[in-house]
């Protein structure tokens, strides 16, 4: 798996090249993932989007995740802010996509990554925008669900099954549980951000999802065309929870995009 340096840290990347001239997608993984963790029932589910929409692929683990550079004093003074997906829009992701020669992505990011992949194109230039279960607002159920990974991980269960993806767990986990917990974090909202998007955008969410309610995409109001979709017998994963559905809307979505 290749690092690519920036600024002073190395970001793990995995490129899928299927020879495609269309916008190729940029992977986004949610606020406890990596490459490596867009795994869906034994496969490897950028492959699969990166087929069926004829598109090359990037898929990145977020600094702090897999096996990208760790944060040093992560519950100290390098901390995460309440921006910190906006940082990553705005700073992080125009950065490796220079340095990649990438323009006009599609953007396709889950949970944390889907609010990061909105931000981005609220600012810059999208081809289009795929969020699945991105958070726009915090919601008390979110807070609670954060509030028992919390407790899963400091019983051992969860660190046990996210060690086997981030070379630093403790910082994966505490960078995303400290901030989210945070009382600033409380009044986090990315609507009026929403507003400025240009570029199509696909939401969707699973109707049982344990992290957020279906407002987190019907508040998503753009200047351009917004497609939504509600997923059934789905928790927050609709990428590992309905796979083929979700596949099939994604793809669908994309057919008509260069």
């Known amino acids: 798996m290749p690092l690519i340096a920036l600024g002073k840290s190395e970001i793990e990347v995995e490129l899928i090249d299927i020879k495609s001239s269309l916008a190729p997608i940029v992977f986004l993984h949610e606020g406890l993932g990596s490459v490596a963790m867009w795994r869906s029932r034994g496969d490897y589910w950028p492959d699969l989007v990166c087929q069926s929409t004829g598109r090359n692929g990037v898929v990145y683990s977020r600094r702090g995740y897999g096996q990208s550079s760790p944060v040093v004093d992560v519950r100290g003074a390098n901390r995460l802010t309440p921006s910190y997906m906006h940082d990553e829009a705005w700073k992080v992701l125009p950065e490796l996509l220079t340095t990649l020669q990438i323009e006009h992505p599609v953007l396709l990011g889950h949970s944390d990554g889907a609010t990061i992949a909105l931000l981005f194109a609220s600012r810059f230039s999208a081809t289009a925008c795929i969020a699945m279960a991105p958070h726009v607002i915090v919601e008390d159920i979110s807070i609670r669900s954060i509030e028992a990974a919390k407790l899963a991980f400091e019983s051992g269960e969860l660190k046990t099954r996210l060690s086997k993806y981030h ?3 403790e910082c994966a986990f505490w960078q ?11 009044s986090f909202d990315i609507r009026e951000n929403c507003r400025q998007i240009a570029s199509p955008v696909l939401a969707m969410q699973g109707r049982q999802d344990a992290y957020g309610t279906l407002q987190q995409i019907q508040d998503i109001e753009t200047s351009s065309a917004m497609e939504r979709q ?7 994963s609709p990428h590992r929870d309905q ?3 979700t596949l099939a809307y994604v793809t669908a979505f994309l057919a008509d995009k260069a």
């Open 230 to 236: 509600i997923i059934e017998n789905c928790g927050h």
């Open 176 to 186: 995303w549980n400290d901030v989210w917990l945070s009382p600033a974090f409380r």
């Open 243 to 245: 796979p083929e559905e």
């Open 167 to 169: 070379q630093d767990v």
